[in-house]
């Protein structure tokens, strides 16, 4: 069995396609794993949640940030934003399936000592914590209540960890951690306001994959989240969201060979080309 991981899709369904003619994957003997994002943005996000889904146990899909943000809106629709191109999804329909099933997606897979997560990891956080907070916030969007929870949970603060958080302030910094984080302090203060290359950013701020003493630095972790940023392969951590949305290339990442392999399918191309 071949395992491909692969970045931020926004609902590029047609380079995905291309991409999987690419790998020549085989869904009857392969896996993919989904970075998050699966939707918005692109134009054929109901398309690509569809095909997910129907791969059942052939896909394995963490949550993003806008993934979070297709459930948030088909509950409460104030909260669509102008640049949103989820309407296809809240009103197919199947949209009432297709959302059950995002919101039981995890947040963080770990299996064959590989990570997945969509944007990045506290770097207090061990391993172990890594896997349990991930629990405690998966349970949460899988409870019948969980409407209550996405309606609390748009905000920058918490910004810290503390072991002393809970209620509703733990789950929006676990959300938060595992769904928009780019860049934090060496004390581990999350940020939210810069998401360019790295070196634009301002002096006390770090990459959190480059936080001194992360406690998950002997774990490799594959994430998406952050276009800007591009491929990156350095001191176990992989970046794969290539930026298809923003005109460059959708990307798959080999697992299972000793040595990581990236294949890239350029935006805008038919799958038929291969």
Same mark, same amino acid.
């Given at each position: 069995m071949s395992i491909y991981a692969i970045g931020d899709v926004q609902g590029c369904f047609d380079e995905l396609q291309a991409l999987l003619d690419?790998?020549?994957?085989?869904?009857?003997?392969?896996?993919?794993?989904?970075? !998050? %994002?699966?939707?918005? =943005?692109?134009?054929? *996000?109901?398309? $690509?949640? =569809?095909?997910?889904? &129907?791969?059942?146990?052939s896909a394995v899909t963490v949550l993003g940030n806008h993934d979070i943000h297709l459930l948030l809106s088909a509950n409460f629709p104030e909260r669509v934003k102008k640049k949103d191109t989820?309407?296809? /999804? /809240?009103? *197919?329909?199947? +949209? #009432?399936?297709?959302?059950?099933?995002?919101?039981?997606?995890?947040l963080f897979h770990y299996e064959h000592d590989i990570g997945l997560l969509h944007a990045?990891?506290?770097?207090?956080?061990?391993? &172990?914590? $890594?896997?349990?907070?991930?629990?405690? &916030? #998966?349970?949460?969007? =899988?409870? %019948?209540?969980?409407?209550d929870t996405l309606a609390q949970l748009y905000s920058?603060?918490?910004?810290?960890?503390? #072991?002393?958080?809970? !209620?509703?302030?733990?789950?929006?910094? /676990?959300?938060?951690?595992f769904t928009r984080i780019?860049? +934090?302090?060496? #004390? !581990?203060?999350?940020?939210? @306001? @810069?998401? !360019?290359?790295?070196? *634009?950013?301002?002096?006390?701020?770090?990459?959190?994959?480059?936080?001194?003493?992360r406690k998950t630095a002997a774990t490799k972790l594959i994430f998406g989240h952050w276009a800007a940023l591009g491929y990156y392969a350095k001191n176990n951590c992989y970046c794969i969201d290539t930026g298809c949305i923003w005109g460059r290339e959708l990307s798959a990442l080999r697992l299972d060979s000793q040595q990581m392999k990236k294949f890239s399918v350029p935006r805008n191309i038919a799958h038929s080309t291969f």
């Open positions: 690419l790998i020549d994957f085989n869904p009857n003997n392969d896996q993919l794993w989904f970075a !998050g %994002d699966l939707v918005n =943005r692109g134009e054929k *996000s109901l398309d $690509t949640l =569809r095909f997910i889904k &129907a791969l059942g146990a989820l309407h296809g /999804i /809240i009103t *197919s329909p199947d +949209c #009432e399936d297709l959302l059950d099933w995002l919101r039981r997606q995890p990045g990891v506290p770097p207090q956080w061990t391993l &172990a914590q $890594t896997q349990a907070m991930a629990r405690l &916030a #998966e349970q949460a969007l =899988r409870a %019948d209540n969980y409407r920058n603060q918490p910004d810290m960890w503390s #072991e002393a958080l809970s !209620g509703i302030a733990q789950l929006r910094f /676990i959300f938060n951690a780019r860049y +934090c302090t060496k #004390e !581990g203060q999350l940020d939210f @306001h @810069h998401s !360019g290359e790295l070196g *634009s950013q301002p002096a006390h701020l770090m990459p959190w994959f480059e936080v001194p003493h």
